[in-house]
C-alpha cells in the first residue's frame, strides 16, 4: 500500500546527483539508458562529493544506499563509495531511478534536435517542455518514484544517486516545487550537487561543479 505524502516527507534522505558525462560536455541527449562515462572533471566532480559525503557521515555509514542501473550514476557511486568505505556492491540498482526516457532523441546532439523540432526546454525552469517521441513524460516519472518511495522502510536512513530530472521530480514529492505539467518540480542545481532530506527539510550538503539544466540530466 502507497504510504501517505506526510509518511514520505520524514523519510531521512540523502539525494546525489550524478557527475559529468562526455555526453553532457558534448551537449548530446542521454536519456535513461544510454551508459555514458564520466569526463576527467566529472570524476574530480564524484571525487567531491565522496569527499563530502565522508566528512559528513564519517566511515562505512548505516545507509540504506540506491543508485540507478546507469553507467554514469554506478560509476559516480564506485567513487563515492570508496570514500565512504562501502564496496560497489552494497549498492542497490533499481529502474526506478533512472532518468527521463527521451525516446527517439537519446544519443543525438541539442542543437540538432531544436533545428529539427524548434525549442523544447523552458528558458526559466530548465526542463524540458516537449515530450520526445516515444519518450516519457513527468508524470511517470513522479508514478514510479512515488512508487520507489512507498517501498522504502521510513525508519532507515538513505543515500541514493539519480539523475538531474529525476532528483527535481523526487525532490519535488518530498519537499514540493514548481507545478510542471501537474507534477511538483524543486529547482535545479548543479551536476555533482548533494541535498539532505529530512522531515520534509532540505539541505545542500555539497554544491557541486558541474553545470546545470537538462543538458546535463
Known sequence: MLRNCYTMRLMDIILARHAETVFNAAARMQGHMAHTPLTRAGIAQAEAMGAALAATLGSAPDRDLWVSPSGRTQQTAAIVGEHLGHPFFDWRQDDRLLEIDVGDWEGRY??????????????????????????????????????????????????????????????????????????????????????HIRNGVESVLHTGAGVQGVKAA
Open 110 to 195: 541539442y542543437a540538432d534536435i531544436v533545428a529539427e523540432v524548434g525549442p523544447i526546454v523552458d528558458a526559466d525552469r530548465r526542463l524540458f517542455s516537449v515530450c520526445a517521441p516515444n519518450g516519457e513524460w513527468f508524470p511517470a516519472i513522479a508514478e514510479r518514484l512515488t512508487d520507489w518511495l512507498a517501498q522504502l522502510d521510513p525508519a532507515r536512513p538513505v543515500l541514493a544517486i539519480s539523475h538531474g530530472i529525476t532528483a527535481r521530480v523526487l525532490r519535488g514529492l518530498l519537499i514540493g516545487g514548481t507545478d510542471w505539467h501537474g507534477v511538483k518540480v524543486a529547482g535545479d542545481a548543479p551536476q555533482g550537487t548533494v541535498f
